[in-house]
């Protein structure tokens, strides 16, 4: 198929950017999105233009580090990671504009990378359970009920990819956080910090200049895990509780 | 915003119960109105029950607005390079209104007191009896009052719609799917209902019902 | 450095096939392990002779860690917790991105929660037996031994593994073994483990123990009077080259598969690291020992730029088989009779049918194809692929039941093939997906370079000639949460070493050294681009360095990775500038270095004349086809010594000794 192609090129974050306009021709139905980006830029580079900056790892929809808005949708318009959306989702003759992720806590590194650095700032203000190596009791000395065991891996299936910012029209990283507070609010492990967790990684998300969330649902439509809203309102039920408890 | 929110709701469907007594004709409707001055009596003071209702709405009213122009901001500062293409993906209309929505149901509030309330703008009648004053507006003659009424309600409807399912999301009642459909239930339910309710009264005036 | 003496009649060996491609020196041998005491006290015994830190000291005591996967994320944290100063590098945006993330099916343990016979005993011989005999016995045996505490920590940390009804943790048997030891969340353990390493030390970031440097890359260590002291590193945003000093380097960089260009691996994942370090003295053990993985998504055509990997647990459920007939290959497999399929790996090893370790997996399939019997697309006139099927599973368990283990995986496999696998069986084939191979390690998980340890894939240690399922995780987590931190101390208590500063003549020439082969990359203007090289790097591995090699095929890989390495370094276009984020100026270093690594492999492969696990030499193969080892000439740890530019690499072998089991054929019939 052939496609135009409009793409954000920004040299870095200080400079300004625009979207400039390509042509690529022959691109295969099976290549993946990002296999598509990448026969654009051995075209680039074989014409010295320097190619396009575009994050990727692990290219099968797990380590989060691809995302880019196409067509304004966060990672397109299929439910998954850009690096497993492939191009027989499109058709010859389309147009396709490729933006970075935007959101003023996401700032653009160059061209379609952003910077999200923000997110380990959250984990860090206790996106975790405080044990040490080696004072872990035995793995069977607490049973978890099954039920919490299973949401505790549905909404751990996030990988941080902030898809769900790019897709809020608040800027919000509500579904992140919720995912996380969630994901250790339901084992018993998790209870102990549960009330200062929540507090200090919201307190974090406020600061990094994320927006408040609205419960609009653009964010679950955008995420590739498919992480459920209602962790949203367990932040929130987290919260509540927490101030009952005077945090 | 959750909170000052489902005191609306109260307030709206206890002041959609009172207009709906127009359908019980000049009597009923003009004595409920009086009685609502004379709640409370004699603990509470004349208008002294309609006056706290209005302080607590007042308040709630600012506290809305208020927390709903700083999220308005934080999402402006959030995002301030916009994108060029945007699609929606699953997002209700309603949910995305929610702030020119509330303007403009900020904007028919005051045009309402003024109307009904206050008396300052009298289409119609400037009559003691509010039926007649209601009566009066609503003749197919003032259509565009009607039509005013009929628009705010949408808005109502709509703001009512993401509103009610938003605020059980923030109060953090949603925490599983079969919840939140309810929660989504119930927005549509009382959307459709406030609005439909309040409709009533100005169409059926309109159309000659109540006269 | 070292004696040195030809490879003539007179060594022990019989002349390798490799003879005028290498030196041989010196023999090598692990002197940490504890001597004299049964192999099940040596860990206890090594734990309490190495010396201990004082808590007060160890703020004093820097540690550069190069690489946030399983075994460099879990090192930081515990590193960080016992009180000293971590600087942590990776290359991707946030550690918790580093590609253990993408392991799939699950983490052993001796736990024996099931009851059915496991033991510490029985993962090491698994694991021995696994690695054809080609691991090093003390270290396996400590491997085996702190499994279950890894279980322990991991659970405490909020990983949410599978769990049983009761709300106890599931297990499931895994690639090759009879036992169910393998705990595992659905799909994604990998995921799950490195979040819980990473929430760890980003709780030691925020405790300030340990800091990040993402997006900063490795160019170089920095050795000072013999010992390792500091790396130079760019920030890959800035493009800014900068020194950091400590007083011990740790290398968790992972594996090398990359060398292949087609592999499991993440696009970033490289040997830049540990190969810099080789240059520098640190011997690369093995560097040949490759993993194929048997259960990938068959490649579709010139495009791609990676291959998937899809879980080998899939192979618990999922029946593998080939059509009998060729004239069936471009059928619809549905169409197919079950009399007219052929199980063929429950045909050959009746006893472990599909779940047989990875390496004969793989072959097999490979021999499949290579008759002709393969399906799928044809791909350069051969059709590479075989079915995995899963109606029986589906049919005996229910659907629902199958979308609850694999139902990530089968979406996967949807999205990339367009292919519904709950109708129509997966198409699979054989990738590259993990490097046994790594630096040479002691015991302590120290280099040859004092103060150099190396942790995870990044190291030859564990893993023997073939990798079982489940380990890699089991080894990541067990060097970085258990044996490091225990060893490290023993070298750190000599510290903290004297101060040195960038002046340092031996500093200011890695520096140096980094910033001349930027400015060479920069400056060269040729016409070919960086990922052009590697794909033709790629292609010339995996033809004659990947399931089969012959001598033959191994001595025209080196000619041609010889010739492809001089056009690089004469040829190669890379844009843009050092002082900006430059994606091509990165992989164009990365290459470079995989275009070195790539002739060692095949002069280490050369020279390994037996078959041993993902070894496969068609030379040494018995009448039915199957691995044949030479215990005789081939039982020791080939580790490799740099031999300059142009010079020859010398051989150090450590022979393997077997003292708790006894080295046998191994046998999966």
């Known amino acids: 198929m052939r496609l135009t192609l409009k793409i954000w090129r920004q040299p870095n974050s200080a400079a300004a950017g625009e979207l400039r306009t390509y042509q690529l021709d022959d691109v295969s139905e099976d290549t993946s999105f990002l296999e598509m980006l990448d026969m654009l830029n051995e075209q680039l580079t074989g014409t010295d233009e320097e190619p396009v900056a575009f994050d990727s790892d692990c290219r099968e929809g797990i380590c989060g580090t691809c995302g880019v808005m196409i067509n304004g949708q966060a990672h397109g318009p299929e439910v998954t990671t850009t690096c497993q959306l492939h191009m027989r989702s499109f058709s010859d003759g389309d147009t396709i504009t490729i933006e970075p992720w935007r959101a003023d806590a996401f700032p653009v590194l160059r061209d379609l990378i952003v910077d999200r650095g923000a997110f380990d700032r959250i984990i860090q203000q206790g996106g975790y359970i405080s044990v040490n190596t080696g004072s872990a009791p035995d793995a069977h000395a607490t049973a978890v009920p099954k039920k919490n065991a299973d949401r505790a891996f549905d909404v751990a299936t996030c990988i941080g990819c902030g898809a769900c910012v790019a897709a809020c029209p608040n800027g919000s990283a509500s579904l992140f956080l919720g995912a996380k507070i969630t994901h250790l609010g339901e084992l018993p492990q998790g209870q102990a910090e549960r009330d200062t967790r929540v507090v200090n990684m919201v307190a974090q998300h406020d600061h990094e200049g994320f927006g408040g969330c609205t419960n609009i649902g653009e964010c679950t439509a955008a995420c590739p895990k498919e992480i459920p809203l209602d962790v949203i309102s367990q932040l929130n039920k987290d919260l509540r509780t927490a101030m009952r408890h005077g945090l | 915003m959750a909170v000052t929110g489902l005191i609306f709701v109260g307030y709206v469907l206890a002041h959609m119960y009172g207009n709906l007594k127009v359908f019980a004709g000049q009597d009923s409707f003009d004595e409920y109105a009086h009685h609502l001055r004379e709640f409370g009596e004699p603990i509470l003071p004349y208008e002294g029950f309609l006056w706290i209702a209005r302080v607590v709405l007042i308040l709630a009213v600012i506290g809305h607005a208020y927390s709903a122009f700083k999220l308005w901001h934080r999402a402006a500062v959030a995002r301030k390079e916009k994108y060029s293409a945007r699609r929606v993906a699953k997002s209700t209309l309603s949910s995305r209104t929610m702030r020119w929505g509330g303007v403009t149901l900020l904007a028919f509030i005051v045009f309402h007191i003024l109307h009904l309330t206050t008396r300052t703008i009298t289409p119609g009648s400037n009559s003691d009896s509010p039926y007649e004053r209601l009566v009066a507006g609503f003749q197919p003659e003032r259509w565009w009052l009607v039509l005013i009424y009929l628009v705010a309600l949408v808005a109502l409807g709509m703001h009512l719609r993401h509103g009610v399912w938003s605020a059980c999301q923030t109060l953090g009642f949603t925490n599983t799917a079969a919840s939140r459909r309810r929660a989504n239930l119930a927005g549509i339910s009382l959307a459709v209902i406030v609005a439909v309710g309040f409709a009533l009264v100005p169409i059926s005036v309109l159309f000659g019902i109540v006269d | 450095m070292t004696e040195t003496t030809p490879p003539t009649e007179g060594t022990t060996a019989a002349a390798s096939d490799a003879e005028g491609f290498f030196r041989l020196g010196e023999p090598i041998a692990d002197t940490k392990a504890p001597r004299g005491v049964p192999i099940d006290?040596?860990?206890?015994?090594?734990?309490?002779?190495?010396?201990?830190?004082?808590?007060?000291?160890?703020?004093?005591?820097?540690?550069?860690?190069?690489?946030?996967?399983?075994?460099?994320?879990?090192?930081?944290?515990?590193?960080?917790?016992?009180?000293?100063?971590?600087?942590?590098?990776?290359?991707?945006?946030?550690?918790?991105?580093?590609?253990?993330?993408?392991?799939?099916?699950?983490?052993?343990?001796?736990?024996?929660?099931?009851?059915?016979?496991?033991?510490?005993?029985?993962?090491?011989?698994?694991?021995?037996?696994?690695?054809?005999?080609?691991?090093?016995?003390?270290?396996?045996?400590?491997?085996?031994?702190?499994?279950?505490?890894?279980?322990?920590?991991?659970?405490?940390?909020?990983?949410?593994?599978?769990?049983?009804?009761?709300?106890?943790?599931?297990?499931?048997?895994?690639?090759?073994?009879?036992?169910?030891?393998?705990?595992?969340?659905?799909?994604?353990?990998g995921q799950q483990l490195l979040i819980g390493a990473y929430q760890a030390m980003e709780r030691q970031v925020a405790a300030g123990t340990v800091e990040d440097f993402t997006r900063h890359e490795m160019l170089e260590l920095v050795v000072v009077d013999g010992r390792a002291r500091g790396i130079i590193a760019r920030d890959l945003v800035t493009g800014e080259i900068q020194t950091h000093l400590a007083d011990v380097v740790v290398l968790a960089s992972g594996g090398y598969g990359n060398v292949f260009f087609l592999s499991t691996n993440a696009m970033g994942s490289n040997v830049t690291a540990t190969w810099r370090a080789h240059r520098k003295g640190a011997y690369f053990g093995n560097p040949c020992y490759t993993q194929i993985h048997p259960t990938c998504i068959p490649v579709s055509g010139s495009h791609q730029s990676k291959l998937t990997l899809m879980s080998e647990s899939l192979r618990n459920d999922g029946r593998i088989w080939v059509p009998k007939k060729k004239a069936d290959c471009d059928k619809d497999p549905r169409d197919i009779p079950e009399e007219d399929r052929d199980y063929y790996l429950e045909r050959i090893y009746p006893s472990f049918g599909n779940l047989v370790p990875r390496d004969i997996a793989s072959r097999q399939a490979k021999n499949m194809c290579d008759e002709g019997r393969g399906v799928g697309p044809e791909v350069d006139g051969v059709r590479r692929g075989v079915y995995l099927d899963f109606s029986d599973a589906i049919g005996r368990l229910g659907r629902k039941a199958v979308e609850n283990k694999y139902g990530n995986l089968f979406d996967m496999y949807q999205q990339i093939t367009g292919e519904n696998p709950y109708e129509t069986p997966m198409r699979i084939y054989p990738a590259v997906h993990y490097t046994m191979g790594g630096l040479w390690v002691d015991y302590d998980l120290q280099s040859t370079i004092p103060g150099l340890f190396v942790t995870g894939e990044a190291n030859f240690s564990d893993h023997g000639a073939n990798r079982l399922g489940a380990s890699a995780l089991m080894q990541g987590l067990a060097d970085g949460y258990f044996v490091l931190p225990n060893t490290i101390r023993d070298y750190l208590a000599d510290g903290p070493f004297e101060k040195i500063d960038e002046s340092h003549p031996a500093v200011v020439e890695a520096r140096q050294s980094v910033e001349n082969r930027v400015a060479t990359f920069l400056n060269t203007k040729g016409t070919r681009s960086v990922d052009s090289y590697h794909r033709e790097l790629g292609n010339i591995m995996w033809e004659y360095c990947g399931m089969e090699r012959t001598a033959e095929g191994l001595r025209k890989a080196i000619e041609l990775i010889r010739t492809l390495r001089d056009d690089f370094w004469r040829n190669v276009k890379v844009l843009g500038a050092a002082d900006t984020l430059n994606q091509s100026l990165e992989r164009a270093g990365r290459v470079a270095d995989f275009l070195e690594l790539g002739e060692l492999m095949c002069i280490d492969a050369l020279n390994r004349r037996e078959s041993c696990g993902g070894h496969f030499r068609a030379e040494s193969q018995t009448e039915d086809g199957e691995a044949l080892r030479d215990d005789a000439n081939f039982a020791y740890v080939a580790a490799w010594e740099w031999g300059g530019d142009g010079g020859q690499p010398v051989l150090h072998k450590e022979d393997l000794v077997y003292e708790a089991i006894e080295m046998k054929q191994r046998s999966y019939k």
């Open chain 3, 41 to 189: 006290q040596k860990w206890t015994t090594r734990k309490f002779e190495a010396r201990l830190v004082n808590p007060a000291n160890r703020r004093k005591l820097s540690v550069i860690m190069v690489g946030t996967g399983l075994a460099g994320g879990a090192a930081a944290a515990t590193l960080g917790e016992a009180g000293y100063h971590v600087k942590a590098f990776c290359y991707q945006d946030s550690p918790r991105r580093a590609h253990s993330i993408a392991a799939q099916g699950g983490i052993n343990a001796a736990k024996n929660y099931k009851e059915d016979g496991d033991s510490t005993f029985r993962l090491f011989y698994d694991t021995v037996k696994g690695g054809d005999y080609r691991a090093r016995e003390t270290n396996v045996y400590r491997l085996a031994e702190v499994s279950a505490n890894i279980i322990d920590q991991c659970v405490a940390q909020g990983v949410p593994f599978a769990r049983e009804y009761g709300g106890l943790l599931d297990n499931r048997s895994f690639g090759g073994v009879q036992v169910s030891r393998t705990f595992y969340a659905r799909g994604q353990t």
